[in-house]
């Protein structure tokens, strides 16, 4: 089967937006092909084993995000649609940069392959390695390695949101603790916990695709006595109060889904939110502090930041 690829040129600050609404209208899958991330990684002291040459040459120019649309599902209705919210980002306060809507037509084993050359096993954190399934790494003695296939679901680790976040588990995962990982995409964050000490996981997501490809990666990691993967909007499936919530979403999800995640957090519990832009962090974090949660700490990162915050 052939697939249409909808490509926005567009800026990292908007690319999670970009992301969020090609996923709105219907993509099977999505791609972020962010120069920048290789320049913000280098000087947060982030290792990258290899960065393919064309990478390099692109540094500081356009970011490109891809959609991904069955031949037989898309209409030029589709694409209209796209190029009019993208245009409406300005209208959030993001910088949408081109703004340029641009299809083509690919074949089904060229999208699902192609972007694998980008992904190469990196230090995420103190200790936490990623590292694709597809690729040999020799691990020093202290690495603690994720492997990761996301198929056609979010969450290679090398977003900015996404290594925050994992920088805060390394320091807040309990050994024994139960964790929650809302919107889990891959599965990378709960995979993480788990892999720190966890005994419990929940990840969720309400992308069954998404849902799919983090059941494959417990897999691949051995975590299935540890992990549960969920179709779910947030936590409604939830039943138990956990010791730790983390959520890489957007702001205005994280700030509706406050009052529900102080509800399923143990007394003293740790709420780590991410996917948020600089623009809005007051917004997230008066929300926080209007359901009874004191921010620990915040980090920042390019344009983005994620908040560490507990319950009482």
């Known amino acids: 089967m052939n697939y249409i690829e909808i490509t926005i040129l567009t800026t990292t600050e908007a690319s999670e ?11 099977s899958g999505i791609a972020i092909e962010d120069p920048n991330d290789f320049i913000l990684l280098n000087k947060n002291e982030t290792a990258w084993d290899y960065v393919e040459p064309d990478l390099i040459e692109a540094m500081g120019k356009d970011v490109k995000v891809k959609g991904y649309f069955p031949e037989t599902i898309y209409t ?3 694409k209209s649609k796209i190029k009019q919210r993208v245009d409406s980002l300005t209208d959030f306060g993001l910088n949408k940069g081109k703004g340029e809507v641009n299809t083509r037509v690919v074949k089904e084993e060229d999208w699902a392959n192609a972007w694998k050359k980008y992904f190469k096993p990196f230090k995420a954190g103190e200790r936490i390695v990623v590292k694709p399934t597809w690729e040999e790494y020799e691990a020093d003695d202290d690495d603690i390695i994720v492997q990761i296939d996301p198929g056609m679901a979010f969450g290679t680790g090398n977003h900015e949101t996404t290594l925050m976040c994992i920088k805060l588990l390394e320091k807040y ?27 419990r996981v929940l990840c969720v997501d309400l992308d069954e695709v998404a849902c799919k490809s983090a059941i494959e990666n417990v ?36 700030i509706s889904f406050t009052p529900q995640a102080i509800n399923f957090l143990k007394d003293d519990g740790i709420f780590i939110s991410s996917g948020i832009i600089l623009d809005r962090q007051d917004d997230v974090v008066n929300a926080l502090k209007e359901h009874q949660f004191s921010i620990l700490e915040i980090s920042q990162m390019g344009e983005w930041c994620a908040i560490a915050a507990k319950r009482g």
Not at 17 to 27: I, M, N, R, W
């Open 173 to 199: 995962v309990k050994k024994g603790c139960r964790v929650y990982d809302v919107g889990c995409g891959s599965g990378i964050l709960g995979i993480t916990a788990a892999k720190l000490g966890a005994e």
């Open 219 to 254: 897999r691949v990691n051995e975590e299935e006595s540890k992990i549960v993967v969920k179709n779910s909007n947030l936590l409604d499936v939830a039943s138990e109060k956990a010791d730790l919530i983390v959520a890489n979403i957007i702001a205005d999800i994280i």
């Open 76 to 78: 030029d209705e589709i």
């Open 17 to 27: 937006a970009v992301s969020f609404l090609l996923e709105d209208v219907g993509a």
